[in-house]
């Protein structure tokens, strides 16, 4: 290897209750980050290998299960994608981080590349094997807010009359009430055997799991298959793979617990008079009609309700499989021709119901709910086919390997979503599809030397259909060469060093993943049934024009990785450091455009460039190495720093930069801006400014 490059096995993942496959993987490599979106069941992570490259477009890393690289733009009702695959079907990941080692991905891999191996048969024979266990999940710590005695005690101290008539007597414990104690199982059962000429495995899992907050709950069944055999005097190897999962979830309404915090702890969770589902809520004074309605504005609702009242679930199924062949030429079995047939599919439906809630009330005190559905199909097809040559070249102690292929993705997403409009009591429905395609010639060399200089060489041409004309496509090289120094004559009386590994990388990668399917392409939005026109009797839907800038095209990374591997007293010591150097530039920036000059106020453009650097320990200690017992203690360390260094094309001292990072309760507000000079999400807010006496401005 002459890039960055990271192998886990699976006997070094994380073990437990593990539910998904990226919490395996957390803290395992230096310089990937594995960071929880939330506690629920099911939920997903923030995962960056050397921090983010980009601004508006995606910071995710490339993730490649069995040859397929798989759309990580997510499922509809499926809060973590990687939830679909079982994580006891996974053999290794491979972490690719330099831009030499992802550039054979070139498309989306400028934020580095996940591999993924599933588990295959062996030659081994027959093997059943077994794995289950059993998990409780409690919340350690709730948020320390007042008893029902303190707040008692401060609002007779400190609140008017009316406030201390509010007061009721009970004593409710309000976060004991939205929490529960969570349980899980995970079991999973594979069969698996084979020969020299074939193996097959097969697999099934199942995992059940509720959160800690009511009504959260992950549901999952998984069937997987693999096999490979050899044909035609083993001069042609065929591998399958595919792997389906059946998922069901609930989502809770995370909202409730910050009203468990400040609902009122004299009040019952239950009213046997409510008209809301028999739950005790805030209610105004009556209207002329006699009628009180709840409390819309001020007052915490009630969390049990809130929680229990809405049901909020989703099912999905998704499919991820490939089947690659790869023939030795007989007449040249140093030639190779591979072809890799792969596909990800998922079909996902979902709905957002609520109840009988206070949230629901008309203000005629009619109560008709709130439903919302959605349905959702994603294809993604691949096609990859790649020639590769390699032989030694024994007169001048050499080895080359030549390779050369093209790459084609085509990604389709279509669906629907339907609610019905409480206030004006009448279904509203929209549907979209979306198709995204890339396309991708490729070729790289490697060579060695003495079996000690290595030198390797690649060149991406890829394509992608979110661009038009002759930003369609973008080029990417990269090289890198590795020097095996412990191979040297001069280290030959070097006892203390088992290995020393010198390697230098250049690369450039590309980014084209904005969300937007058609961001430089002319298209029309038709308006919705309620913003109709009428024509007589009749009504037709308007056509507005959507934004679009057809300057678009790739953004591009330059990556530069200096690294040293290194063993120390016959391996007890592993280890390697890195160091590495990132420039982004034409930045796919979502900017403000002047009045006027465009269909909208704010849209896509490539301006700025960014700058990532940083430092990467990882360290191993094989403590104890015997026949019967074997101890490791790993460690790894990462230093990264990320700035934005533009965001104008002129400079402009003035500009405080993008506005971006939205907050609850503040519509169109913001708190967090790209600034030059900082990094990007940074957030921008005053200092509070006191006088002599200590007292606020």
Do not use: C
């Given at each position: 290897a002459t890039g960055s490059i990271t192998t886990i096995k699976s006997q070094d993942l994380n073990k437990g209750a593990i539910v998904s496959p990226d919490q395996m993987l957390t803290g395992k490599v230096a310089g990937v980050s594995v960071i929880s979106d939330g506690g629920a069941p099911g939920a997903g992570s923030t995962i960056r290998i050397r921090g983010g490259a980009s601004l508006t477009a995606s910071n995710n890393p490339l993730i490649v299960i069995d040859g397929v690289p798989v759309d990580g733009n997510g499922i509809s009702g499926v809060?973590?994608?990687?939830?679909?695959?079982?994580?006891?079907?996974?053999?290794?990941?491979?972490?690719?981080?330099?831009?030499?080692?992802?550039?054979?991905?070139?498309?989306?891999?400028?934020?580095?590349?996940?591999?993924?191996?599933?588990?295959?048969?062996?030659?081994?024979?027959?093997?059943?094997?077994?794995?289950?266990?059993?998990?409780?999940s409690n919340n350690i710590n709730t948020v320390d807010a007042l008893s029902t005695k303190q707040f008692i005690d401060y609002v007779n101290t400190y609140g008017t009359a009316s406030d201390i008539a509010l007061l009721g007597s009970e004593k409710t414990n309000w976060q004991d009430e939205v929490f529960q104690t969570g349980m899980g199982t995970d079991q999973s059962l594979s069969l698996q055997g084979g020969t020299e000429k074939y193996n097959l495995r097969g697999s099934m899992g199942y995992t059940n799991q509720t959160g800690t907050i009511l009504t959260s709950r992950f549901e999952r069944a998984t069937y997987s298959i693999g096999g490979s055999t050899k044909l035609f005097n083993d001069n042609l190897k065929i591998d399958l793979n595919a792997n389906i999962a059946f998922i069901k979830n609930r989502f809770a309404d995370t909202g409730a617990i910050s009203n468990a915090i400040s609902m009122d702890p004299t009040k019952p969770v239950y009213d046997s008079s409510s008209p809301y589902g028999g739950y005790f809520q805030w209610l105004q004074s009556a209207n002329d009609d006699g009628i009180r309605l709840p409390i819309a504005i001020g007052?915490?609702?009630?969390?049990?309700?809130?929680?229990?009242?809405?049901?909020?679930?989703?099912?999905?199924?998704?499919?991820?499989?490939?089947i690659q062949f790869d023939y030795k030429m007989p007449f040249l079995p140093e030639l190779r021709a591979n072809l890799n047939l792969g596909y990800d599919t998922s079909s996902s439906e979902g709905s957002n119901n609520i109840y009988k809630s206070s949230t629901t009330v008309l203000t005629d005190g009619s109560n008709p709910g709130n439903e919302s559905t959605y349905k959702q199909n994603k294809t993604n097809l691949l096609w990859d086919f790649y020639m590769n040559y390699a032989t030694d070249l024994l007169s001048i102690d050499s080895s080359i390997d030549v390779m050369a292929g093209y790459s084609y993705q085509n990604f389709d997403n279509s669906g629907?979503?339907?609610?019905?409009?409480?206030?004006?009591?009448?279904?509203?429905?929209?549907?979209?599809?979306?198709?995204l395609n890339l396309q991708s010639f490729f070729g790289r060399l490697k060579y060695m030397y003495a079996d000690k200089y290595l030198l390797t060489v690649t060149y991406r041409r890829d394509g992608s259909s979110r661009f038009v004309g002759d930003n369609k496509w973008g080029n990417f090289p990269s090289a890198a060469f590795a020097w095996k120094i412990y191979e040297e004559d001069f280290m030959s009386n070097a006892s203390t060093l088992s290995n020393l590994k010198l390697r230098l990388s250049w690369g450039i990668t590309g980014q084209q993943d904005i969300g937007s399917y058609y961001p430089a392409i002319a298209s029309y939005l038709s308006s919705t049934e309620t913003a109709q026109y009428q024509f007589g009797s009749g009504f037709v839907n308007t056509y507005r024009a959507q934004p679009y800038n057809t300057t678009l095209k790739w953004e591009e990374t330059t990556t530069y990785n200096?690294?040293?591997?290194?063993?120390?007293?016959?391996?007890?010591?592993?280890?390697?450091?890195?160091?590495?150097?990132?420039?982004?530039?034409?930045?796919?920036?979502?900017?403000?455009?002047?009045?006027?000059?465009?269909?909208?106020?704010?849209?896509?453009?490539?301006?700025?460039?960014?700058?990532?650097?940083?430092?990467?320990?990882?360290?191993?200690?094989?403590?104890?190495k015997k026949?019967?017992?074997?101890?490791?203690?790993?460690?790894?360390?990462?230093?990264?720093?990320?700035?934005?260094?533009?965001?104008?094309?002129?400079?402009?001292?003035?500009?405080?930069?993008?506005?971006?990072?939205?907050?609850?309760?503040?519509?169109?507000?913001?708190?967090?801006?790209?600034?030059?000079?900082y990094a990007p999400n940074s957030y921008f807010v005053y200092q509070q400014v006191y006088d002599a006496s200590g007292k606020p401005l």
């Open positions: 809060s973590n994608p990687l939830s679909t695959i079982n994580p006891n079907d996974i053999e290794s990941y491979t972490i690719l981080k330099d831009a030499s080692a992802t550039a054979i991905y070139g498309s989306r891999a400028s934020n580095g590349v996940i591999i993924i191996t599933t588990k295959k048969g062996n030659s081994d024979g027959f093997q059943a094997i077994y794995n289950g266990n059993i998990s409780v007052a915490p609702q009630n969390p049990v309700a809130q929680l229990l009242q809405r049901n909020n679930s989703s099912y999905a199924t998704r499919s991820i499989g490939n629907s979503n339907e609610s019905n409009l409480q206030d004006l009591n009448i279904a509203q429905s929209s549907d979209y599809s979306n198709v200096v690294g040293v591997d290194f063993g120390l007293m016959d391996d007890f010591l592993t280890g390697s450091v890195d160091a590495y150097y990132r420039k982004t530039k034409d930045l796919l920036n979502f900017i403000p455009f002047p009045g006027g000059s465009a269909l909208s106020n704010a849209d896509f453009a490539n301006i700025g460039e960014m700058e990532n650097k940083g430092v990467e320990l990882s360290l191993n200690i094989a403590a104890i026949e019967d017992l074997n101890l490791d203690i790993a460690l790894n360390a990462t230093y990264t720093d990320t700035e934005i260094t533009k965001l104008t094309t002129n400079d402009d001292p003035s500009y405080e930069g993008v506005e971006t990072g939205g907050f609850t309760g503040g519509v169109g507000n913001t708190i967090q801006r790209h600034t030059v000079g």
